[in-house]
């Protein structure tokens, strides 16, 4: 579904260069949920940035199964569902946004689309600033996944969210993934999150994959000292 080859990307000129990505491969297959995780700064966001496109790598490539209309194929959900809506409109205004190009009932959609993330035909006509922060991430879930992409990008989507809704979230993740074989590229500095929701995971340090990870009886298993330190 997703491949990424030699990834790297650097800002500034000069003595200000800073190289934030390094030499990054890694791969998502079809109906798999693979993580990412590392530290703050270990280039885990720049990286969901490159692969969504909004930002160009300087060396490498980003390449996808399907290339028919990448947009629809691919979405992402952010870590701040409050500064990725726009607060003057209604939920409804918000769902029907990306919808605008599809032929037939766009509400119909919509309200049929609801029940999957645990939400309500009231939440509709509400504000953002009037859901919980539960309710603003699914909204912001529901958004993404009205065009019914085949790759979803989870960026630190429930880091600011107590332990209660980040389990909700996860549940409906994992159902997502369960009926409709989409896959999942789940960036998390949260590992008990990632252990107990992902099949592989790649670990990030100062921008560069040192280990990929897979899942067996249930847990990871690494070998990287840098690894070891992160989930030990």
Known sequence: ??????????????????????????????EEIVGIVGESGSGKSTLSRLIMRLESADEGTVS????????????????????????????RDIL???????????D??????????????KHLDRRPSELSGGERQRVNLLR????????????EI????????QKEIVELIQRLNRETG?????????????EHLCNRVYV???????EEGVKRDGRFSFEHPYSLLLFE
Not at 158 to 165: C, H, K
Not at 182 to 194: P, R, W
Request: aromatic share 6%; net charge positive; with cysteine.
């Open 108 to 121: 119909a959609h919509i309200r049929e689309m609801l029940e999957k993330v645990s939400l309500e035909e």
């Open 96 to 106: 029907k946004e990306p919808l605008r190009k599809m032929k037939g009932d766009r």
């Open 64 to 91: 996808f199964a399907t290339v028919d209309n990448f947009y629809a194929s691919c979405q992402i959900v952010f870590q701040n569902a409050s500064a990725a809506m726009n607060p003057s409109w209604t939920v």
């Open 182 to 194: 989409m896959a999942i590229l789940f960036i998390s500095h949260d590992l008990d999150v990632v």
């Open 144 to 155: 993404s996944i009205l065009v019914e992409p085949k790759l979803l990008v989870c960026d």
């Open 158 to 165: 429930v880091s600011n969210l107590d332990r209660l809704i």
């Open 1 to 30: 579904m997703l491949k990424i080859e030699n990834l790297s990307k650097s800002y500034g000129r000069g003595k200000r260069k800073k190289n934030v990505l390094h030499d990054v491969n890694l791969t998502v297959g079809e």
């Open 204 to 210: 990030m340090k100062s921008g560069r994959i040192v």
